[in-house]
DNA sequence: CTGAAAGCGCTTACAG
DNA sequence: CTGAAAGCGCTTACAG
């Protein structure tokens, strides 16, 4: 095996005691022996066992991070590496690992969470979604461990810390965006409303379109396949008075309408005008470059980390909220138009 | 604290070794007694504490995975989520968890593998890329610690287990598919030539047309931003011989080419040819839907993980390596072209 | 088939 | 300022 601390205490003729404050750096050893015991440990290459130390301490410095269980396309979806990348950039400063989930279902994701949280192997938790009737978020609750979630918790909001944009408000910006170049007609293409976000941002999309007094919503929340951009399309084209403006909230689904508007030989933004979520590279590499709420999803990753990393270190704090403010990055898929072309 | 082995002994009336056999399904351990400890350990909620179970193992079943420093482009590649769920899926089946480095420059992580390896935090690594004098692959090397890597070793090909496509040959088979519908001005857009995949590709793409005795060859080698495909298209536009078809490498900078093509009024695939690689549903959602190589990224990530359980179960197993073999997968963002139009 | 004991490699009160 | 000792919660030879 490799070297260990009484390797290092017997070269150095003091106690493993001794070296263990030398690796902590405290402040009652002397400078002289602290010298002495790291020059010995650079001489033996010594490195803690970082498995010995988690048993005492009974913490990991690890963080569990929890996805929703896997489809062909949130196996895609750009906000998952950029927020992971927003928790490992704060979690590398504050020296904690990352633990990411493995399983498929929410079945085997749920038992995952219990065994990262009984078996110790993580300190504190990150949800990365918020769903209706949620087996881990209960569990988390009832046991009562450190966790964070990414999204607005659909019940307790109260106990559950959380980090999330003003998604109703953020659909209601981009709404009434497209409201105040002109469009009237306005489709809205989201998700499954069990999932909170879908909930909000459809919630601000009829609240903008209430607001400018228009009657007429159209909503659709098919999953986000090249098919259901093309079914929609079609509808869409069937109808009489047909939208002038859409709303999508996935970058990966504008593709797919994008894609299936010009397959039927309209153009973007002439025709119809786009708008869609996240902000991406994706985004401002499509033709056209869209219009885009950008929910800037790096910093959601990094306060999430954050606030997680607080608790960690005070159990008993408030359990606040943090709202990440999004910003609207107008690029060609949208198009003013006049009264006259607002209804065809 | 919470319930340990030596509770569930103490209500059982057996020794804590026999409740550790237990957990373990040991084969000499009456089913009698199996029932007994395991209804006790059910009733008081056990949960073993993988923390000691991992110091006396000296293992953390867990395999660490290093990526390559990031930039705003490597984030959104498609690549890694679909790799990283091949890793999952099969670590998942062996009872394996991921951890992931959370540095951002190349010093970061290697520190990160460091401590990784020498806390014994890891009982393995996947290396997610292939690079010139990479101190993380020395380093691994130098302590003969158990890891595999997503691609071709630039050094010590015989000593280092890998999973990876023929590259050459998928590059040669993407451009001699442009050559066979009658493209002989084609333009070649890789990357940077310290990593092992860029230099297999270009090398394939090199092959390929010289065996169709093409003399011509067009590389670009930039980095992946609207911007760089904006001046690359400028370029092509400003060519006597403009070439006719376009083998990018990468989805999001194949998506940076049509835009700026777009944006001079080209057309895809009447007035130029797109092909790119990897196959994520980006090429299947963009306009028009690419014509690609699938590098099977899912396929690869498991390969990668299946060998390093492999070698973990087997340290002297012999070093073999695994090739996932790549398809074209033919769409619409290329069209054939009489020898009239080959020389505009 | 089961138990007593040692040990994994650290950390941390408790002494001095 | 430093050391001796106990302990974190398991596993695993070694006995019987």
Chains 1, 2 share one sequence.
């Not at 010298?35 to 033996?44: G, P, S």
């Not at 979806?77 to 928790?87: I, N, S, T």
């Amino acid at each position: 095996m490799g070297v260990t601390i009484k390797d290092v205490a017997k070269r150095a003729k003091v106690a493993p005691s001794t070296v263990s404050r030398v690796i902590a750096d405290h402040p009652k050893i002397t400078q002289e022996t602290k010298e002495r015991v790291r020059r010995i440990m650079d001489e033996l290459g010594y490195h803690p066992n970082l498995l010995a130390r988690n048993l005492v301490r009974q913490s990991s410095q690890t963080i569990g991070i929890v996805t929703k269980e896997t489809t062909k396309h949130s196996l895609y979806d750009p906000f998952f590496p950029a927020a992971l990348k927003g928790m490992g950039n704060l979690l590398h400063e504050k020296d904690y690992s990352i633990q990411l989930t493995t399983g498929e279902t929410k079945e085997e994701i749920y038992q995952e969470v219990v065994k990262m949280v009984q078996g110790k192997n993580v300190d504190g938790i990150i949800v990365l979604y918020s769903r209706d009737d949620d087996p881990v978020l209960t569990y988390l609750l009832d046991c009562d461990f450190p966790f964070v979630m990414l999204g607005k918790p659909t019940v307790h909001v109260n106990e559950i810390m959380y980090v999330d944009n003003d998604n109703v408000k953020a659909a209601r910006e981009i709404t009434e965006h497209l409201l105040s170049i002109g469009h009237r007609q306005i489709a809205y293409i989201g998700g499954d409303l069990k999932f909170e976000v879908h909930k909000d941002r459809e919630q601000g999309y009829r609240e903008a379109l209430q607001m400018a007094g228009v009657q007429e919503t159209l909503i659709f929340r098919e999953s986000i396949t090249k098919e259901s951009g093309e079914k929609i399309v079609e509808q869409l084209l069937k109808m009489k008075h047909r939208p002038t403006a859409v709303v999508t909230t996935d970058e990966l689904m504008c593709l797919s309408i994008l894609s299936a508007l010009y397959a039927k030989g309209l153009r973007v933004p002439e025709d119809i005008a786009i708008t869609t979520f996240t902000d991406s590279l994706i985004s401002e590499l499509a033709s056209p470059p869209l219009t885009t709420v950008n929910i800037n999803p790096f910093q959601l990753g990094y306060e999430a980390a954050k606030s997680l990393v607080e608790l960690l270190q005070d159990p008993d704090m408030m359990k606040r909220n943090i709202l990440v403010p999004t910003s609207i990055v107008t690029r060609e898929s949208c198009k003013k138009i006049t009264e006259n072309e607002a209804v065809i």
